[in-house]
């Protein structure tokens, strides 16, 4: 098979896959986080990625998110190879196709929840001002967010301000949600509703979402539960 | 508004205590840089204006530049040639073919000329002795080569011609001897002549040096005074355009071989002075913008530490370092252009300050108070040195967060 074809054919089973993928963090004594990971996740999976901590479980994450660069190995995001692309278009990549929530919501302090939603949608620049502000208001309605608009991430609760990063992260329709322990500042009820959320977006709008968590209880709801050890694929199961 | 943009003015807004010191800092350069100038540049030009409305513009003296080629050298003109024990000739001084000279420039267009006769004198008035320079003068032409005619405060040109043994002396110099109007002094020249003078004129032109040791009378007076009947010394011109005095004199000196000087040639020292006085300012508002780039440069580095956090998920959201870069330069900008905006305020307000204070001051020139002059240059200038030191200040902060890789953020985060 030529090359497109090889790439025509990875596109129409994943949207992103990792080949022999090692990640190593040279040092005086180097720590390697991810061994040798073969990895595949198709459009609309809903994918759980656990393990015990240091296992490097987020490792792997920041890996399918293009925040960081495999040692060795390859990493395909819809077939297009990634390691060749220079940081413009690793950037292009991220705010096109990925969306991230991270454990702490990362939403900057002194914007209101508007307008953090809008700063995505506003740096892609594919619409206006007004229409970009129509975008985000719809988001965080979704998210039954109405009322905090014109809040900053200070004035919201944990859950809240968890569930307007998700609205940002979702923001300019990515083709993957990369979640790393979304729940794990929150409380058991918010938690489940994040997962609520997740649930929601995979069943209505297909979208493809990967988390880490820790907790096995969340990780039952997702569709596949991916194990890492030291650094290793462990167990690879669906669950559903 | 850009992004990038409301993202800067947002972080400044949120800190706005350390936005304000930073913004002083730049304002009081730009400020200071402004009254500086305005002063300084105030008092070069009056001085300037007043050495050329005051002075000749060209002094044609009964001097040479270099010493006579020697007859030998001339014959052997491209040999070593050495000799000694050459004794240069006492000449009886003055300018030769004076008249010539003077009714040929007085044919050139833009140029008045007045032949003069320098020469010390002692001026004794009751018991006082005080040495003079004495400049005998041509009425007529004299009042079209210098403003000795509006400088009077007393008598006039004319008075001259009218009175016997007039004499027109400056003010300070009057001062000195205790003389008032239609005073009669007695002039002692170096070659022992005396004669009676009346006051006809006191001037006042407010260069001290000619103030307090001028004086004028008829050019026939001095010549009967110094014993040096016909001569003339110098010729005086003054041109239409001061700036080209250098160039004429050249072409003048180059005809007649006569030492011709421009103001600026016989102002050279002073106006040496005035490079060392705008290296002193430039210096002074280089040290006070310096600190304010410390000034900036804590700020962006403060705001850069506390926003790790803010920059790993702008990056992780697709934003580039240049986008991070061009948010921490716009804001070291803002406080830039904010800060240069307030100086022009502070400078104007300086200016007006230093305007309203009055004193008296006898330096080169008498003064009563500073002279400013002010010119939207001044406010260029010292804003965008004040804005590009205040991008620079951004620059290594900013590059350093632009640099930053959100993976280890986030990682030392969670």
């Not at chain 1, 998110?65 to 220079?86: F, K, M, N, V």
């Not at chain 1, 969306?99 to 939603?117: K, M």
């Not at chain 1, 880490?212 to 030291?230: G, Y």
């Not at chain 2, 300084?40 to 006579?68: A, C, L, W």
Request: glycine share 10%; net charge positive; hydrophobic share 45%.
């Amino acid at each position: 098979m030529s090359d497109a074809a090889i790439a025509a054919d990875v596109a129409s089973r994943a949207v992103v896959e990792m080949r022999g993928v090692t990640r190593v963090l040279p040092g005086p004594v180097p720590v390697t986080l991810v061994r040798d990971v073969n990895l595949e996740v198709g459009k609309g999976e809903f994918v759980a990625i656990v393990g015990p901590s240091g296992s490097g479980k987020s490792s792997l994450l920041y890996l399918l998110g293009l925040l960081d660069a495999p040692s060795e190995g390859e990493i395909y995001l819809q077939g297009r190879q990634t390691s060749s692309l220079d940081d413009h278009e690793l950037a292009r990549l991220r705010l096109e196709k990925l969306g991230f929530v991270f454990q702490f919501h990362f939403l900057l302090p002194e914007f209101d929840a508007l307008t953090n939603v809008m700063v995505p949608i506003r740096r892609l620049g594919k619409l206006t001002g007004k229409a970009s502000r129509a975008r985000a208001r719809e988001l965080l309605a979704a998210f039954g967010l109405e009322e905090a608009a014109d809040k900053r991430p200070g004035q919201l609760s944990g859950g809240m301000r968890q569930r307007v990063a998700i609205a940002r992260a979702l923001a300019n329709d990515p083709l993957i949600i990369l979640a790393d322990e979304p729940t794990g500042n929150l409380d058991q009820k918010s938690g489940g509703n994040v997962f609520d959320i997740f649930e929601r977006l995979v069943d209505d709008t297909g979208a493809t979402i990967i988390t880490v968590t820790h907790d096995q209880e969340l990780a039952a709801r997702t569709h596949r539960t991916i194990t890492i050890v030291d650094g290793v694929i462990h167990a690879d199961e669906k669950t559903k | 508004m850009p992004l990038a943009l409301t993202i800067a003015i947002t972080h400044l807004l949120t800190r706005k205590r350390q936005t304000a010191v930073s913004m002083l800092g730049v304002a009081m350069g730009v400020g200071f840089a402004i009254a500086m100038a305005a002063m300084m540049q105030g008092f070069q030009q009056y001085f300037v204006s007043k050495i050329v409305d005051v002075t000749p513009h060209i002094v044609m003296k009964d001097e040479f530049r270099n010493p006579p080629v020697q007859p030998a050298a001339m014959r052997f003109s491209h040999g070593a040639l050495a000799i000694r024990g050459v004794r240069p000739r006492e000449e009886l001084r003055g300018i030769r073919r004076a008249r010539r000279i003077l009714s040929v420039l007085s044919k050139r267009q833009n140029l008045a000329v007045a032949p003069s006769l320098q020469g010390q004198v002692f001026l004794r008035y009751g018991s006082k002795d005080v040495g003079a320079n004495l400049v005998g003068i041509d009425p007529d032409r004299q009042r079209h080569v210098s403003n000795l005619e509006s400088d009077l405060i007393g008598g006039s040109l004319d008075h001259l011609k009218t009175s016997a043994n007039g004499l027109i002396i400056g003010y300070g110099l009057a001062g000195k001897l205790g003389v008032k109007m239609r005073d009669t002094v007695t002039a002692v020249s170096p070659e022992g002549v005396i004669l009676k003078m009346k006051i006809v004129g006191i001037f006042r032109t407010g260069l001290i040096n000619l103030d307090d040791g001028e004086s004028y009378a008829l050019l026939k007076k001095v010549q009967i005074l110094q014993k040096r009947i016909n001569v003339v010394n110098q010729l005086h011109m003054r041109l239409k355009n001061p700036d080209a005095a250098r160039g004429v004199a050249a072409s003048i000196e180059r005809r007649y071989r006569y030492r011709t000087e421009s103001w600026q040639e016989a102002n050279e020292g002073v106006l040496g002075v005035f490079v060392i006085q705008h290296a002193i300012m430039y210096a002074t508002t280089g040290a006070i913008l310096i600190v304010a780039c410390f000034g900036i440069f804590n700020i962006i580095s403060t705001v850069i530490f506390e926003k790790t956090r803010d920059i790993a998920i702008l990056k992780s959201m697709g934003f580039e370092e240049g986008d991070i870069r061009t948010i921490f330069l716009l804001e070291g900008m803002a406080v830039g252009v904010a800060g240069s905006l307030l100086g022009w305020s502070l400078g104007f307000g300086l200016i007006q300050l230093l305007a309203s204070i009055k004193f008296d001051v006898e330096g080169i020139v008498k003064l009563q108070g500073f002279v400013l002059y002010t010119s939207w240059v001044h406010y260029a200038i010292a804003t965008s040195a004040a804005i590009l030191s205040a991008g620079f200040a951004a620059y290594l902060p900013a590059r350093k967060a632009a640099r930053l890789r959100p993976v280890d953020i986030i990682r030392g985060a969670a």
